[in-house]
T-cell receptor, first 116, second 111 residues
Framework: DVKVTQSSRYLVKRTGEKVFLECVQDMDHENMFWYRQDPGLGLRLIYFSYDVKMKEKGDIPEGYSVSREKKERFSLILESASTNQTSMYLC???????????????FGPGTRLTVL | SQELEQSPQSLIVQEGKNLTINCTSSKTLYGLYWYKQKYGEGLIFLMMLQKGGEEKSHEKITAKLDEKKQQSSLHITASQPSHAGIYLCGADMEYGNKLVFGAGTILRVKS
């Protein structure tokens, strides 16, 4: 079974703090994704990576950065957390698709981040 | 995403009743993924559809993609409390590696 794990289920931080969210997958997937989920807005893509050290901006990258130093690990960084970044953060991974499509994405359990 | 409209936003059904959730786009859907999410948890993959007119079933859940590949429906027969959760559709709209997600449908099943 594919397993995607996230470092924390719940996190409470203060405004201005630097926040690291870690995601690890154990199925040798090339693609990894970070989403945030807010009521009524569904999942919105923050960043994704299709290879080690490669990253691409998603739909809402402002205020976030990412790091992928190893294939299995994809980190989301909030350089200076703000209250509007309070949200559920979901990590996902998928195999590289020769047809160029996104493929089936496997999701982690999520991290509920509260910024006070 | 406004590119992918899900309806209804929420649904309360009596146990044993059937229900349908819709996912609609103005653009062609090159792949349509249905996921289920229990409150506060990650998404669980249900089914993927790619061909126009395709239909797939798993236990009491059936998903269909219309011939024009712009609308998908998820139908649950004889709903049970275990079906409760948030259902999300995600679409491959040929943006490369990205999936575009609908806002989700919250389903509650009353015993």
């Amino acid at each position: 079974d594919v397993k995607v794990t996230q470092s924390s289920r719940y996190l409470v931080k203060r405004t201005g703090e630097k926040v690291f969210l870690e995601c690890v997958q154990d199925m040798d997937h090339e693609n990894m994704f970070w989403y945030r989920q807010d009521p009524g807005l569904g999942l919105r893509l923050i960043y994704f990576s299709y290879d080690v050290k490669m990253k691409e901006k998603g739909d809402i990258p402002e205020g976030y950065s990412v790091s992928r130093e190893k294939k299995e690990r994809f980190s989301l960084i909030l350089e200076s957390a703000s209250t509007n970044q309070t949200s559920m953060y979901l990590c996902a991974s998928s195999l590289f698709d020769l047809a160029g499509g996104p493929g089936e994405q496997f999701f982690g359990p999520g991290t509920r981040l509260t910024v006070l | 995403s406004q590119e992918l409209e899900q309806s209804p936003q929420s649904l309360i059904v009596q146990e044993g009743k059937n229900l349908t959730i819709n996912c609609t786009s103005s653009k062609t859907l090159y792949g349509l993924y249905w996921y289920k999410q229990k409150y506060g948890e990650g998404l669980i993959f249900l089914m993927m559809l790619q061909k126009g007119g395709e239909e797939k079933s798993h236990e009491k859940i059936t998903a269909k993609l219309d011939e024009k590949k712009q609308q998908s429906s998820l139908h649950i027969t004889a709903s049970q409390p275990s079906h409760a959760g948030i259902y999300l559709c995600g679409a491959d709209m040929e943006y490369g590696n990205k999936l575009v997600f609908g806002a989700g449908t919250i389903l509650r099943v009353k015993s």
